[in-house]
């Protein structure tokens, strides 16, 4: 059998990590035939709540879960990390100012990018949960310069499922018929939610819609919304349907995104479809054999790339408060 991969998750003892982790020893975040060593970051007044999840994980007798190990410093919880999932983050909070708040974050993940850049293994690659999450992803790659800088990424992909199953619910389609969707842009409410190119079993998603006034003002601002809604709903905000996303996220990375079709991840811009380069920004992409690659050529309309560009500006705002502070 195949030897232990290392996966690194932070913020190990919140809402999001708790469904992660079980996700991740059951082996579907890198399949049935891949073992896996969780190390679970904390900070030190949640490692006995991480230790509390670890017991349950114990109590999980997962053939595929090789060990855990928990720690309180990122130096540690990186050094051999093949996957990293950066879950925890510091929350806005009423009456927070943005400077604030990407302040404080930058404490969380300038570190961690240094504890990457000085332990992990060769083949890392990062996914960046935590919020305002591209913007975290920048901070910790600007600090981490042995890796490539490619292997930061950020998710959008919970607003992509979000995008693929309202659109199958619109148009009464399984959502495993949808294809080619594509979120652009930050996660955040100026996120894009594409549709143009999108599939609904082979045929074009937005001729099968054809209805603009449903694209503009209920599916755009639902998808962007969603999170506001499931709050308002649970009373809590989304957790499960966040570790799934990140464990699809990471899934396709390493084994492939399926034959005609791709899927949306944050990821550094090489100045495709004019997103400065260097930003992380979502994009169409497509992976194969552990590598994505943007996917290229295709038409932008004129209400995708008002869209687009508003999207793309919050996240050069963001980058110009960040270097503004020092953080990158
Ligand atoms: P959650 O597990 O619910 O959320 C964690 C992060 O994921 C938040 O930044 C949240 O952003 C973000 N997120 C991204 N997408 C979504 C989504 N679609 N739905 C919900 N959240 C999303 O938070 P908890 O407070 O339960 O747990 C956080 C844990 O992180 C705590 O245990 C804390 O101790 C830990 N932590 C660890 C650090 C470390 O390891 N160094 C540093 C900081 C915290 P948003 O708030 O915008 O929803």
């Known amino acids: 059998t195949q030897a232990p991969v290392n996966v690194t998750v932070t913020g190990a003892a919140g809402q999001i990590g708790y469904a992660l982790l079980f996700r991740i020893a059951s082996g579907q975040l890198l399949g049935p035939d891949t073992p896996v060593?969780?190390?679970?970051?904390?900070?030190?007044?949640?490692?006995?709540?991480?230790e509390g999840t670890a017991?349950?994980?114990?109590?999980?007798?997962?053939?595929?879960?090789?060990?855990?190990?928990?720690?309180?410093?990122?130096?540690?919880?990186?050094?051999?990390?093949?996957?990293?999932?950066?879950?925890?983050?510091?929350?806005?909070?009423?009456?927070?100012?943005r400077a604030d708040l990407l302040e404080a974050n930058g404490g969380i993940f300038k570190p961690q990018g240094e504890a990457i850049n000085a332990g992990a293994a060769d083949d890392i690659r990062v996914l960046?949960?935590?919020?305002?999450?591209n913007t975290n992803a920048l901070i910790a790659q600007s600090h981490a310069p042995d890796v490539p800088a490619e292997r930061f990424t950020a998710m959008t992909r919970l607003d992509h499922n979000r995008a693929v199953a309202q659109l199958a619910k619109?148009?009464?389609a399984p959502v495993g018929e949808i294809t080619k969707l594509t979120i652009w842009g930050?996660?955040?409410?100026?996120?894009?939610?594409?549709?143009?190119h999108a599939e609904v079993g082979g045929r074009n998603a937005a001729e099968a819609v054809n209805d603009e006034k449903w694209l503009a003002e209920e599916f755009i601002p639902r998808v962007a919304k969603r999170g506001a809604e499931i709050i308002e709903a649970r009373g809590a905000s989304s957790a499960a349907s966040a570790a799934?996303?990140?464990?699809?996220?990471?899934?396709?990375?390493?084994?492939?995104?399926?034959?005609?079709?791709?899927?949306?991840?944050?990821v550094p811009s090489d100045g495709s479809y004019g997103v400065p380069e260097?930003?992380?920004?979502?994009?169409?992409?497509?992976?194969?054999?552990?590598?994505?690659e943007i996917v290229q050529g295709?038409?932008?309309?004129?209400?995708?790339?008002?869209?687009?560009?508003?999207?793309?500006?919050?996240?050069?705002?963001?980058?110009?408060?960040?270097?503004?502070?020092?953080?990158?």
């Not at 997962?62 to 051999?80: H, N, R, S, Y």
């Not at 699809?248 to 944050?266: F, K, N, Q, R, Y």
Request: include cysteine; aromatic fraction near 6%; hydrophobic fraction near 45%.
């Open 37 to 50: 060593k969780l190390r679970l970051l904390e900070i030190p007044q949640a490692v006995k709540a991480a």
């Open 55 to 97: 017991l349950e994980l114990e109590d999980g007798a997962f053939p595929l879960l090789a060990g855990i190990d928990i720690f309180d410093d990122a130096k540690q919880a990186f050094a051999g990390a093949n996957v990293a999932l950066l879950v925890g983050a510091r929350p806005r909070t009423k009456g927070m100012e």
């Open 128 to 133: 960046v949960v935590g919020n305002p999450a």
């Open 170 to 172: 619109k148009l009464n």
């Open 186 to 196: 930050n996660h955040s409410a100026s996120q894009y939610p594409d549709i143009f």
């Open 244 to 266: 799934n996303a990140a464990i699809d996220h990471i899934h396709d990375w390493v084994l492939g995104t399926p034959e005609g079709d791709w899927t949306s991840m944050a």
């Open 278 to 292: 260097g930003l992380i920004s979502s994009f169409p992409v497509r992976c194969r054999d552990g590598k994505y």
């Open 298 to 328: 295709l038409e932008i309309n004129e209400f995708s790339r008002t869209r687009i560009d508003a999207s793309v500006a919050e996240l050069a705002e963001e980058r110009e408060a960040v270097k503004k502070l020092g953080l990158i």
